[in-house]
Protein backbone atom coordinates (compact mmCIF):
# COMPACT_ATOMS: atom_id res chain seq x y z
CA UNK A 1 0.00 0.00 0.00
CA UNK A 2 2.96 2.64 0.66
CA UNK A 3 4.56 2.28 -2.53
CA UNK A 4 0.70 2.78 -4.17
CA UNK A 5 0.62 5.84 -2.37
CA UNK A 6 4.06 6.60 -3.28
CA UNK A 7 3.15 5.74 -7.13
CA UNK A 8 0.29 7.89 -6.60
CA UNK A 9 2.11 11.04 -5.37
CA UNK A 10 4.49 11.14 -7.84
CA UNK A 11 1.97 10.49 -11.20
CA UNK A 12 0.62 13.62 -9.34
CA UNK A 13 3.03 15.16 -8.61
CA UNK A 14 3.96 14.62 -12.79
CA UNK A 15 0.74 15.90 -13.87
CA UNK A 16 1.29 19.10 -12.10
CA UNK A 17 4.86 20.00 -13.81
CA UNK A 18 3.18 19.07 -17.08
CA UNK A 19 0.20 21.23 -16.37
CA UNK A 20 2.62 24.06 -15.08
CA UNK A 21 4.65 23.94 -18.52
CA UNK A 22 1.49 24.05 -20.31
CA UNK A 23 -0.10 27.04 -18.63
CA UNK A 24 3.40 29.03 -19.22
CA UNK A 25 3.33 27.97 -22.36
CA UNK A 26 -0.36 29.22 -23.25
CA UNK A 27 0.90 32.90 -21.39
CA UNK A 28 4.21 32.84 -23.72
CA UNK A 29 2.26 32.20 -26.69
CA UNK A 30 -0.10 35.06 -25.42
CA UNK A 31 2.98 37.15 -24.76
CA UNK A 32 4.29 36.66 -27.95
CA UNK A 33 1.22 37.92 -29.77
CA UNK A 34 0.52 41.00 -28.22
CA UNK A 35 4.94 41.60 -28.53
CA UNK A 36 3.64 41.25 -32.79
CA UNK A 37 0.90 43.57 -32.02
CA UNK A 38 2.86 46.18 -30.10
CA UNK A 39 5.33 46.28 -33.60
CA UNK A 40 2.56 46.18 -36.05
CA UNK A 41 0.96 48.94 -34.03
CA UNK A 42 -2.42 47.27 -33.62
CA UNK A 43 -5.52 48.97 -31.65
CA UNK A 44 -4.99 48.90 -28.12
CA UNK A 45 -8.17 47.10 -27.99
CA UNK A 46 -6.58 44.52 -29.99
CA UNK A 47 -4.05 44.16 -26.97
CA UNK A 48 -6.45 44.67 -24.21
CA UNK A 49 -8.01 41.64 -25.29
CA UNK A 50 -5.06 39.11 -24.97
CA UNK A 51 -4.27 41.17 -22.08
CA UNK A 52 -7.65 39.88 -20.75
CA UNK A 53 -6.31 35.94 -21.99
CA UNK A 54 -3.39 36.27 -19.71
CA UNK A 55 -5.12 37.86 -17.04
CA UNK A 56 -7.82 34.56 -17.43
CA UNK A 57 -4.81 32.10 -17.71
CA UNK A 58 -3.08 33.20 -14.28
CA UNK A 59 -6.58 32.91 -12.50
CA UNK A 60 -7.44 29.94 -13.80
CA UNK A 61 -3.87 28.60 -12.44
CA UNK A 62 -4.61 30.11 -8.90
CA UNK A 63 -8.33 28.30 -8.52
CA UNK A 64 -7.02 24.89 -10.30
CA UNK A 65 -4.34 25.14 -7.43
CA UNK A 66 -6.71 25.92 -4.27
CA UNK A 67 -9.07 23.22 -5.55
CA UNK A 68 -5.97 20.53 -6.12
CA UNK A 69 -5.88 20.61 -1.60
CA UNK A 70 -7.95 17.35 -0.98
CA UNK A 71 -8.40 19.03 2.33
CA UNK A 72 -10.76 21.72 1.26
CA UNK A 73 -13.99 22.00 2.36
CA UNK A 74 -17.23 23.10 0.43
CA UNK A 75 -19.41 25.51 1.94
CA UNK A 76 -22.88 23.76 1.13
CA UNK A 77 -26.54 25.23 1.50
CA UNK A 78 -29.31 25.50 -0.33
CA UNK A 79 -29.40 27.87 -3.33
CA UNK A 80 -31.17 28.60 -6.61
CA UNK A 81 -29.79 26.88 -9.61
CA UNK A 82 -32.32 28.76 -11.57
CA UNK A 83 -30.56 32.03 -10.20
CA UNK A 84 -26.85 31.09 -10.88
CA UNK A 85 -27.74 30.20 -14.64
CA UNK A 86 -29.48 33.79 -15.50
CA UNK A 87 -26.42 35.24 -13.57
CA UNK A 88 -24.27 33.59 -15.79
CA UNK A 89 -26.21 34.04 -19.32
CA UNK A 90 -25.89 38.19 -18.45
CA UNK A 91 -22.21 37.79 -18.23
CA UNK A 92 -21.71 36.14 -21.04
CA UNK A 93 -24.73 38.77 -22.88
CA UNK A 94 -22.12 40.53 -25.10
CA UNK A 95 -20.14 37.22 -26.67
CA UNK A 96 -23.97 35.32 -27.12
CA UNK A 97 -25.07 38.42 -29.21
CA UNK A 98 -21.57 38.76 -31.07
CA UNK A 99 -22.14 35.01 -32.40
CA UNK A 100 -26.02 35.48 -32.43
CA UNK A 101 -26.41 31.90 -30.06
CA UNK A 102 -29.38 31.45 -29.26
CA UNK A 103 -29.95 30.53 -25.31
CA UNK A 104 -32.32 27.81 -24.38
CA UNK A 105 -33.09 27.94 -20.42
CA UNK A 106 -35.64 25.66 -19.20
CA UNK A 107 -34.84 26.31 -15.46
CA UNK A 108 -37.12 27.85 -12.99
CA UNK A 109 -35.52 30.67 -10.87
CA UNK A 110 -37.17 28.43 -7.69
CA UNK A 111 -35.04 25.49 -8.52
CA UNK A 112 -32.70 24.83 -5.69
CA UNK A 113 -29.62 22.52 -4.87
CA UNK A 114 -27.64 22.31 -2.20
CA UNK A 115 -23.94 23.09 -3.23
CA UNK A 116 -21.49 26.13 -2.93
CA UNK A 117 -22.49 28.78 -4.40
CA UNK A 118 -19.07 30.02 -5.32
CA UNK A 119 -17.52 27.34 -6.97
CA UNK A 120 -20.68 25.75 -8.42
CA UNK A 121 -21.00 28.97 -10.25
CA UNK A 122 -17.46 29.01 -11.26
CA UNK A 123 -17.76 25.66 -12.73
CA UNK A 124 -21.02 26.14 -14.93
CA UNK A 125 -19.30 29.81 -15.65
CA UNK A 126 -16.16 27.60 -17.37
CA UNK A 127 -18.49 25.19 -19.10
CA UNK A 128 -20.54 27.68 -20.40
CA UNK A 129 -17.62 29.80 -21.75
CA UNK A 130 -16.44 26.68 -23.41
CA UNK A 131 -19.48 26.28 -25.44
CA UNK A 132 -19.74 29.67 -26.36
CA UNK A 133 -15.89 29.58 -27.65
CA UNK A 134 -17.02 26.39 -29.15
CA UNK A 135 -19.82 27.10 -31.06
CA UNK A 136 -20.28 28.36 -34.82
CA UNK A 137 -23.03 31.51 -35.37
CA UNK A 138 -26.32 30.98 -34.19
CA UNK A 139 -25.34 28.28 -32.39
CA UNK A 140 -27.73 27.15 -29.30
CA UNK A 141 -26.73 26.34 -25.46
CA UNK A 142 -29.64 24.89 -23.90
CA UNK A 143 -30.03 24.46 -19.92
CA UNK A 144 -32.09 21.87 -17.97
CA UNK A 145 -32.54 20.40 -14.74
CA UNK A 146 -33.76 16.93 -14.47
CA UNK A 147 -33.64 14.66 -10.96
CA UNK A 148 -33.87 11.16 -9.55
CA UNK A 149 -34.60 10.03 -5.87
CA UNK A 150 -30.72 10.12 -5.30
CA UNK A 151 -29.53 13.08 -7.42
CA UNK A 152 -30.38 16.80 -9.42
CA UNK A 153 -28.77 16.86 -12.77
CA UNK A 154 -28.08 20.13 -14.55
CA UNK A 155 -27.53 19.60 -18.02
CA UNK A 156 -26.00 22.02 -20.38
CA UNK A 157 -26.10 21.06 -23.95
CA UNK A 158 -24.75 22.68 -27.23
CA UNK A 159 -24.43 21.88 -30.66
CA UNK A 160 -21.08 22.70 -31.53
CA UNK A 161 -18.60 20.84 -33.33
CA UNK A 162 -18.50 17.97 -30.57
CA UNK A 163 -16.13 14.98 -30.55
CA UNK A 164 -14.87 15.82 -27.41
CA UNK A 165 -12.35 12.79 -25.59
CA UNK A 166 -14.45 12.90 -22.24
CA UNK A 167 -11.55 10.71 -20.42
CA UNK A 168 -9.09 13.45 -22.05
CA UNK A 169 -10.85 16.39 -21.17
CA UNK A 170 -11.59 16.13 -17.37
CA UNK A 171 -7.99 14.90 -16.59
CA UNK A 172 -7.01 17.55 -13.43
CA UNK A 173 -4.53 19.48 -15.33
CA UNK A 174 -5.55 19.51 -19.09
CA UNK A 175 -5.25 22.28 -21.23
CA UNK A 176 -6.46 22.57 -24.63
CA UNK A 177 -7.74 26.39 -24.94
CA UNK A 178 -6.76 26.37 -28.65
CA UNK A 179 -9.66 24.25 -29.09
CA UNK A 180 -11.97 26.44 -26.66
CA UNK A 181 -12.06 23.23 -23.76
CA UNK A 182 -9.52 24.46 -21.46
CA UNK A 183 -8.16 23.58 -18.24
CA UNK A 184 -12.20 24.71 -17.44
CA UNK A 185 -14.01 21.22 -17.44
CA UNK A 186 -11.00 19.84 -15.32
CA UNK A 187 -11.52 22.52 -12.85
CA UNK A 188 -15.55 22.11 -12.94
CA UNK A 189 -14.70 18.00 -12.86
CA UNK A 190 -12.96 18.79 -8.85
CA UNK A 191 -15.53 20.99 -8.07
CA UNK A 192 -18.20 18.42 -8.36
CA UNK A 193 -15.89 15.68 -6.79
CA UNK A 194 -15.45 17.95 -3.54
CA UNK A 195 -19.26 18.10 -3.88
CA UNK A 196 -19.45 13.83 -3.66
CA UNK A 197 -21.03 14.85 -7.10
CA UNK A 198 -19.59 14.03 -10.30
CA UNK A 199 -19.36 15.34 -13.74
CA UNK A 200 -20.01 13.76 -16.93
CA UNK A 201 -19.34 14.89 -20.76
CA UNK A 202 -21.37 13.73 -23.74
CA UNK A 203 -19.95 14.55 -26.67
CA UNK A 204 -20.09 13.64 -30.81
CA UNK A 205 -18.85 14.76 -33.78
CA UNK A 206 -20.97 16.89 -35.55
CA UNK A 207 -24.04 16.76 -32.67
CA UNK A 208 -22.86 19.26 -29.64
CA UNK A 209 -21.83 18.24 -26.61
CA UNK A 210 -23.72 17.48 -23.23
CA UNK A 211 -22.30 18.46 -19.98
CA UNK A 212 -23.74 16.82 -16.81
CA UNK A 213 -23.99 17.91 -12.97
CA UNK A 214 -24.76 15.20 -11.25
CA UNK A 215 -25.81 17.33 -7.36
CA UNK A 216 -26.53 14.83 -4.86
CA UNK A 217 -29.63 15.14 -2.81
CA UNK A 218 -29.12 16.53 0.62
CA UNK A 219 -30.29 13.13 2.10
CA UNK A 220 -27.18 11.32 0.22
CA UNK A 221 -24.91 13.66 1.48
CA UNK A 222 -26.21 13.40 4.94
CA UNK A 223 -24.94 9.70 4.09
CA UNK A 224 -21.75 10.64 2.72
CA UNK A 225 -20.30 13.35 4.81
Given at each position: ?????????????????????????????????????????????????????????????????????????????????GEIIETIIYDYQLQISEKNIRIDNLIDSAEIIWADSFWTSHAISNVVSNSINCLHNNGIIKFLVEENEYYKDLIIEDDGPGGLASEKVLERYFTNSNKGYGIGLSLASKVMELHHGSLNIVSSEEKGTKVIFHFPKLKVKEKIL
Open positions: KHKHDLKVKENEKNELIEYQENMMHEIKNELAIINLQIQSKSSYQDVIVELEKIDYLVNMYLKVAKLSNSKMLMQLKPISI
